[in-house]
């Protein structure tokens, strides 16, 4: 594979949006994209999508031609790439694959939903549809459910308390906070974060990630190509997509994700990086308790010792190594189609340093790590600078 | 890119199966598949799904890794790819590019769509996802609209007539009667095609293609590796993806798809294959017009000249180009996100000598076309003997 580089980001703010549809999302998301790389959209070669579920929200399908075709670009392969949560993940992966294999010089990828025009039961039902719905969801089981069930079993083996899953909301918030783009900019106390309403027990509202209207593109090219089109380009040195099976009940253990580990460790290896070595990461915190999961998955610290990592602030901004700076999936929110390439976004921020207030100290090695469903799917993407 | 071959292929019959479920099809398909390729599920280094749009027909999302996993294949890349109907061509033309390009050795492309579950009038909502919902659906035109006003300008234009389109339903019935995995196995006259109930003036009910459940599979491997699994590899000589605007309303000329046009261009040159060259094909015929403009956009006649193409018979089974000697679309039936690879399969048996009493009689080179929406997506595939 020859060296990948990020050219060009751009991103919408994420929140609820009644007067946006889903196009002019993913456009804006695109043209601010194609400004920051300094691309026109006949250069671009290819166009990868990720979207989840955008015609059970909005009705549209074939979306990925419908969106290209707007921003200027026909006559390309234009697709969309659909695995649950991490599907603009995978889109990455995919077009991060092809380009590094010689396949194209210059991609975008768009990630894009609108969820906020249904309401919250319907937006629940489709949600399910990324688990086993002949199974689990059949059941009755919907995600907070299942991530409750996890949380209570990583509880019961490893000791996790309310007050560390609680520690990641207040964390979480604070950064989003100082997000002009997040969903939700306020701080919450852990006070308030412990008295929260419950949705699946242990998990309260402040357990749970938003529900937004979003997108955010990328756009990528050879790193011998980079200096043509920015002074600020970002390398990719690893990146996985990884599997494993969808309802819960096939795990052997459900307190850790087998892709998410699997994905880190190929990730790790391709970029030739430590986990110690990270400096900054955007974690899929869909619920708290998969922050603190992919803590231990991803080896920054010791199995079932992620409660305890961000209980003692080592994740905060000012920590040795700042978790979702962004806000996270918690406060920034959690367009799903759009998630895996904000993350990427959030990352390729910190380390040009461009993260205004929430700049971190070290900015060498960035990590972006998204999850669909309970672990079915999971992309873990390390990031550098381009020397 | 190095030589790409087929390997093994896997259908199951198309039809309406009340008693499966989309799974269990996309499972027999899967499983065929690896018993023909002779390759161990622990082999595959990639899972690529096409499909269109399971979400919204049965409510499960998520199926890449929701039917590897079922296969026996976990922690690889399981991916699903949606282009409208085009979905499983789309996710074969990223696989071949894969292998082609040494991302990988070995890949399982699967398509599936089961679609009888819902009533008839939801099905065409469903299919109307793959147009423009903003525009030309809001206004009323499902698919066999859009494509009866592509009829009438395709007859105003070139003289095009009713017999023209009514001898392509006939041929493909004819050779979907000879199919055993045919979802309609029955012979059809001039006179009853003619004669056939209005759906969308010009087109009848004989015009339009089935609403059918089903799967098909293929293993795809390096050429250099092809005997290690199977003594019947046949060779990916030329691919393309490419597309176009979505709306028909945006399109300079409505009797022609340039996104076919420009694939088609694209993978002759790959496979330095003439029009003239291609003994076989498998054509995208969701509507009888569209067959017969796919005549004319991948250069087999000039344009204009697929009507009167299909009436001298040079596409039956015994003309000098045989066209969709599965049935096509119209008789073998359309599980959407199954038919890009349903007729890989299908162009892949002739080149094996396979095919049985269709069996035709040159089988050198066969293509196959898959179109998404009215043409914003099309893939192009041209296969080979493996010599």
Do not use: W
């Not at 309403?197 to 980079?226: Q, W």
Request: with cysteine.
């Amino acid at each position: 594979m020859r060296p990948v580089a990020i050219v060009g980001i751009g991103k919408t703010p994420f929140g609820a949006f009644p007067d946006r549809d889903l196009r002019s999302l993913a456009v804006e998301a695109g043209e601010k994209c194609l400004a920051d790389a300094r691309v026109s959209p006949s250069q671009v070669e290819a166009f990868h999508l990720g979207n989840f579920a955008g015609p059970s929200f909005v009705g549209q399908n074939h979306l990925a031609p419908y969106i290209s075709g707007a921003l200027g670009m026909t006559g390309i392969p234009a697709t969309r790439f659909e695995a649950a949560c991490a599907s603009s993940g995978s889109a990455f992966f995919h077009a991060v694959s092809a380009v590094g294999a010689g396949l194209y010089d210059i991609v975008m990828v768009n990630g894009v939903e609108k969820m906020t025009s249904q309401p919250t039961p319907r937006v629940a039902e489709i949600l399910a549809g990324a688990g086993d719905t002949a199974g689990e969801v059949k059941a009755g089981a919907t995600f907070p459910a299942l991530f409750g069930m996890i949380a209570r079993r990583h509880m019961h083996e490893y000791g996790t308390t309310r007050e560390m899953m609680a520690a990641v909301a207040v964390k979480n918030h604070g950064n989003g906070a100082k997000n002009p783009l997040a969903h939700m900019r306020k701080n919450v106390t852990m006070e308030q974060v412990l008295a929260g309403k419950p949705v699946a027990e242990p998990l309260t509202v402040f357990d749970c990630s938003l529900i937004s209207d979003g997108a955010a593109a990328v756009i990528i090219a050879p790193l011998e190509r980079a200096a043509e089109f920015t002074g600020k380009a970002v390398r990719v040195l690893g990146i996985a997509q990884t599997s494993d099976q969808v309802a819960l009940d096939q795990k052997d253990d459900i307190t850790t994700f087998h892709a998410v580990r699997r994905a880190g460790e190929k990730a790790y290896k391709m970029a030739g990086v430590s986990p110690q070595e990270v400096d900054v990461a955007e974690l899929h915190d869909c619920f708290t308790i998969a922050e603190i999961i992919a803590t231990e998955d991803l080896a920054f610290v010791e199995k079932g010792q992620g409660g305890p990592y961000v209980l003692s602030g080592a994740t905060c901004l000012s920590g040795e190594r700042p978790v979702n700076t962004s806000g996270g999936l918690k406060a920034k929110g959690h367009p799903v189609g759009a998630t895996g390439v904000g993350q990427i976004c959030d990352v390729v921020q910190q380390l040009r340093r461009d993260a205004g207030e929430r700049q971190v100290r070290k900015h060498s090695v960035g990590l972006a790590q998204n999850l669909g469903g309970s672990g079915a799917t999971a992309v873990v993407t390390i990031l550098g600078e381009a020397k």
